[in-house]
C-alpha cells in the first residue's frame, strides 16, 4: 500500500519569513548587492535587498535549524547534532559531525568554523577538511556559553559570554585563556563588536547594555532599557554615532553614544522580540527581524534622526484560522489568523503577497496611534469570512465574523484595507441589547451573495439578518421572531438569490424564499445531531453539513433531500471542501486526517494523516491544488491533485483504516520517498479476460475486425477501381560494368545449378502457416493459439484463410474438420462469443458444398449445433426479459 495520499502530494508552504534565529547579512561582490538570511523552521530564505525579492529556498533539514551564520562563501546551519555548510544557498558543500549535544552557536573564523554546544563544548573545524582543528570543554555549571564574539584586529582571539554573567577572552591557536573578566552578574545574552578598537557592547538580561573596553577591562559607558532583556545590538557605521538594542517586547531603542542619551524609539515595532538586528555598513539603514514572522527594513531619514519603514515581507504571526481562495484563477488566498488580520498570499510569487491591516472598531484612529500592540481598537479574530469577486471594484466585496462579537467587519479586496462599514441589528445594539434581554450575542456564520449585493448573517441567538453590502444596511430577517430556536450554524443561499438555507444546533435545516414573504419555512429537515457548520457549491446547488457526531450529510437544495452520507471521522470536523467538478468532498477534522470522499459512489476514496490537525482548508478554484491551515504553525500548506496530469485509480477504502502519515510540503525528501512509492503500486486495476465460466464473454475487439467478414465480396466489388491500373513506364535499360580502370560491360552469364530442375515439395498439401498451425491441433486438442491467431488477422486476411482450408485452396478435409472443432471449443468455453459466430458464418458460406458431400463435416455440424443452441438459448433469454421490463417501464 503507498504512503499518504494517492491524489495529493505535498507542493510547498508560504507565508514563512523568520523565526527566532537572528537573519544573517551577506554581501556578495558578483552581484554588488546584499543578501538576507533567515530561518524558516526547517530550511532558510535568501532574499535580496534592493526588492525584498525571494531569491531561493535552502535546503531541507532533518529537523528545525537551532542556529545560523553566514560568511562571503556559505551559509551554515546547525541541526540537531550537525552543522551543514551550504553553496548558493541551495547547494549542500560539507557537513560536520561530531559534537555530542545539540549546537546553539556559531561563528565563522576565516578558514575555521568555531561551533558551540549546548554542553558548552566548543569546537573548531577546518571548513575545507571537514575536521576538528581544536576542542574546548568547559562546564555548564560554571561557565555555560551563551554567545561568542570575535575582537576586530584580536588575532586568533574569540570573547566568550556566558550565564554566569562572566567572559572570557581566549587564544584558539594555542588554546590559552588569555583574560577573564569578572562581568556584571546577570546572564550575557548577545555581543558586537563596537566600531571603536578594543571595545566591546554586552546586552544583559537585565537591560543593561555596557561598552566594555577589553584592553583595560574598564567600562566606557553602561546604559538601561526598561524592556528587560537585551535580544541584539547593533552599530551605525555611515558616520552617525547610534548603537541600536533590542528588547523581547519588540521595541528598538537609538542611543546616542556622544551624548549619552536616547536619540530615538521604534515602539512596537515588531509584534515579538527583536532577535535579529543589524545596520548594513556605511549605509543608514538597519534590517530587523523577529518571531512575529517578519523582516523589516528601516531608513534612517526622519528629521529628528529618527528611522521609519522602509520595506517589509511579513506573515502572520498566529497562526491562520481560516483561508479561502479568492478568484476564478487560484492565484491568490486569503487568510485569516489570530493575530486579527486578514492577509492574501500568492501561490506563484511571494512579492504578490498582501496585507488588508488589522481588524480595528476605529481604523482611522489606530493608524492615528501607529504600532501597538496592546491597541484597545483592535478586534478580536475573526473566525470566518466570505468573499465575492463580482463587484469587488466598486465597493467592499469581503465580509467577516469575529470572535465572541456580534459586530460583522466588511474588507475591500481592491483596495487592500478594511471597509468603514459595520454590520450590526438595531437588536443587538448597546442601547436596546440589555432592554430586549440578550447577552453574550456573537455573529456565528455569514455568507455573501453570488452578486455580491447582500451578506447574510447568523447569530447564536437563532436570528438570521440579511444586510445590504454596499450601505451597509439591515434589510430584512428571517423566522418570527427568529429562524431557529438555538445558535445558527450554517447559512447558504442559491446563485440566483431564490433560496435561503439556514441550519441551527437544534438540530434542524429550513429553506426559506430570499426575499422573505412569511414568517414560515418552506419546509424543514430535522437531523439527529446538531449541526456543526455548512459549506457550499454554488455551481452543483448541494451543501455540505457537518454535524456535531463527526458525521457529514450532503444535501441537494432542489430537491430539499439528504442525498449523501458519510461516517468515518473520529474527532470534531473543522472544515469541508467542495472540488469544482463537485464529484469530491474533501474533510478535515481533528483526528489530524484529511478525507475525500466520492459523491457519486458514496466512498471514501482517499486518506492521509498530518503530524498536527487540520483547522480550515480549501481547494482551488481549477482543482490545481489543496490549501490548509495547521494548528501551531504559521504557514499555509499547498497539496497539488495528481490526477490532473497522471492517471490515478482510485478504489473504496474502508474509513476505519488507519491512515498513513505524510509530512508537510516543508519536508520535500519524505515526499519523494512516497511519490516512488506511490508509482510502484499497478495504476489501474485489471479485470479478467473472463469474471466466470458460466458468463458468456464477449472478445472486445473492434466491431470492423468481424462484422462485415460475410459482406467481404460486396465491400470489394464497390471498391472496386473504374479503370484498371496503368502499368509504369520502362525503367532504362542498364548492364553491369567490371570493376577496372577501362570501363568495360559484363557479358558472362549468370552461374545456374544443372544438377535438377525439379523441385519436389515434402508433402502435397499447399497448407498456408495457419493451416498447418490448425493441422498441429489434431494432436493436442488445444486451440488457444489458432485462436489468438485469428484475433491478429484482418478481416481479409481472415477471409483468405478460412477459403484456404478447402481441398481445392490447398487443404483437406482433416484441416476443415480441425476448423469445426476449434468453434465447438470457442462455444464451450462461453469466450469470444461474437468471434465464434463471424468465423462459422465465414466457413458454411464458402465452404457449404463442401460440407454436405463430406460426411464426416455433415455429421460434426450436429455438435455445433447443440453447442450454439445451448449458448444462445440462454443468452436469447435474458435479452427478451430487459425487453420486456424497458417496455414496461416506458409506458
Known sequence: MPKGSKIFLPCRSLGYVSNHLPLQVRYIKSRKENLIVTCVGKSFHTYGISHFGLLSVGGLHPEDITAMTADAFHVYTACGNEIYAWRRGTELKHVYKSHRKPVHLLLPFGAHLISVDESSGVRIWDIKEETVFLELTFSNKTFQIT????????????????????????????????????????????????????????????????????????????????????????????????????????????????????????LSAHNGGVTGMVCLPNEPLILTSSPDNTLKLWIFDMADGGARLLRLREGHSAPPSYIRFHGANGHNILSSAGDSTLRIFNTQTEQFNKSLGKASYNRKVSKKRGRSVEDPLVMPPMTQFTSETTREKEWDNIAAVHLGIPMVTTWSYDKLKMGELKLLPERFQKKKINVNGFQDVAATCLHLTHCGNFVLVGYNTGHVDRFNMQSGLWRDSYGSPKAHDSSVRGVITDSLNQLTTTGGSDCRIKFWRFKNKGDSPLSVITLEEPISFFRSHQESCMVAAALEDFDIYVIDIETRRVVRKFVGHTGQITDMTFSPDSRWLISASMDCTIR???????????????????VSLNMS???????????????????????????????????????????????????????EDVKEEPDEFLSPEQISHNLITLSGLATSRWQNLLNLDVIKKRNKPKSPPKAPKAAPFFLPTVASLNFQFDLKQPETDSSSKLLIPATLLNLTDFGKMLDRTGESGDFSEVILKLKSFSPSMIDFEVKSLAPEGGGSVEVMLQFLKCIEFMLKSNRDFELAEAYLGVFLKSHGAVVASEEVLRNYLTNIQSCHSVVWNRLQDKLLYSICVLQNLCK
Open 621 to 675: 478554484p481549477t482543482g490545481e491544488a489543496l490549501a490548509t491551515a495547521h494548528v501551531d504553525y504559521l504557514g499555509i500548506f499547498l497539496w497539488t491533485n495528481r490526477t490532473l496530469y497522471s492517471k490515478i485509480t482510485l478504489k473504496a477504502l474502508n474509513p476505519s483504516d488507519e491512515p498513513q502519515l505524510v509530512a508537510f510540503p516543508e519536508c520535500l525528501k519524505e515526499s519523494q520517498e512516497e511519490i
Open 596 to 614: 475525500t470522499w466520492d459523491i457519486p459512489s458514496c466512498q471514501l476514496v482517499d486518506q492521509f494523516a498530518t503530524e498536527v490537525a487540520c
Open 147 to 266: 554567545t561568542i564574539m570575535h575582537p576586530s584586529t584580536y588575532i586568533n582571539k574569540i570573547l566568550l559570554g556566558s550565564e554566569q554573567g562572566e567572559m572570557q577572552l581566549w587564544n584558539i591557536n594555542n588554546l590559552k585563556l588569555i583574560y577573564s573578566f569578572k562581568g556584571w552578574k546577570s546572564a550575557i545574552t548577545c555581543l558586537e563588536q563596537a566600531p571603536a578598537i578594543d571595545v566591546a557592547a554586552i546586552g544583559l538580561a537585565n537591560g543593561k547594555i555596557i561598552l566594555h573596553n577589553l584592553k583595560f577591562d574598564e567600562t566606557v559607558m553602561e546604559f538601561m532599557q526598561d524592556w528587560g532583556l537585551v535580544t541584539s545590538i547593533s552599530f551605525r557605521t555611515d558616520g552617525s554615532p547610534i548603537m541600536a538594542t533590542g528588547s523581547v517586547v519588540g521595541h528598538v531603542v537609538f542611543w546616542d553614544l556622544e551624548e549619552r542619551r536616547v536619540a530615538s524609539q521604534l
